[in-house]
């Protein structure tokens, strides 16, 4: 099963800042929080991932709490074409190697 | 284009029948990843593979089976298909074995069983 739990869907305003929330209470210490998203049925594509403290890259940012029990990934800029379907996942261990467990994640829709 | 190839890009069969689904990863990416994605639904793990060997199995059916070659590539086989079995298939790759979930994917094959 998920360890995560996400809105399913969402909207943002061309221009402005998506915020992406995520909640994943039951995380261990060592487990990581990724970001994949999936437009349309084409393969899902990595954004970021994170363990402890905020990440940025030239796609997001990755805002993890102090606890750990949640994120938020942050679109500073959103275009028509970040519309597609967002999948917080936790990597779990699992028999000496990791896996990620993919959840349903939340559809977020730009409007023009 | 993500580096990684998977053929066909579209499939339709009849129950009953068997198909093979091939992947071709990135250059240089040793493990082979594949999942299953049905209609609306999230994405389910099948099965990993690491330099030719099985590295990690999910929730794959005993009609399915899979394989990675000396050159990487991988193939997924579906057998005695069912309505059920109609799904996009995904393969993804990356460079590591373990701890390595940075995953490349390729854009799928739709598998369609009448």
């Known amino acids: 099963d998920a360890k995560t739990t996400q809105p399913t869907s969402m909207d943002c305003a061309e221009g402005r800042a998506a915020n992406l929330p995520c909640n994943h209470s039951?995380?261990?210490?060592?487990?990581?929080v990724y970001w994949y998203r999936q437009i349309h049925s084409q393969g899902p594509q990595y954004i970021i991932h994170?363990?402890?403290?905020?990440e940025t890259n030239e796609m997001a940012s990755l805002i993890i709490t102090e606890d750990r029990k949640s994120s938020t990934l942050i679109l500073p800029h959103a275009t028509l074409r970040d519309t597609a379907v967002y999948y917080c996942?936790?990597?779990?261990?699992?028999?000496?190697?990791?896996?990620?467990?993919w959840g349903a994640g939340t559809k977020l829709i730009i409007k023009p | 284009d993500s580096g990684v190839t998977q053929t066909p890009k579209h499939l339709i069969t009849a129950t009953g029948q068997r198909v093979t689904l091939r992947c071709s990863p990135r250059?240089?990416?040793?493990?082979v990843y594949w999942y299953q994605q049905s209609l609306d639904q999230g994405l389910q793990f099948l099965i990993q593979?690491?330099?030719?060997?099985?590295?990690a199995k999910g929730n794959i059916l005993e009609r399915f089976s899979a394989q990675q070659f000396p050159d990487l590539h991988s193939e997924l086989n579906l057998s005695s298909l069912e309505l059920g079995d109609s799904a996009l298939y995904f393969c993804?790759?990356?460079?590591?074995?373990?701890?390595?979930?940075?995953?490349?994917f390729g854009a799928g094959s739709r598998l369609t069983v009448l």
């Open positions: 993804a790759s990356s460079p590591e074995g373990v701890g390595a979930n940075v995953l490349t």
């Open positions: 250059s240089g990416d040793l493990s």
């Open positions: 593979y690491y330099n030719g060997e099985e590295r």
């Open positions: 039951t995380i261990s210490g060592n487990e990581y």
């Open positions: 994170g363990l402890k403290n905020n």
């Open positions: 996942i936790v990597r779990v261990a699992s028999d000496s190697n990791y896996q990620l467990i």
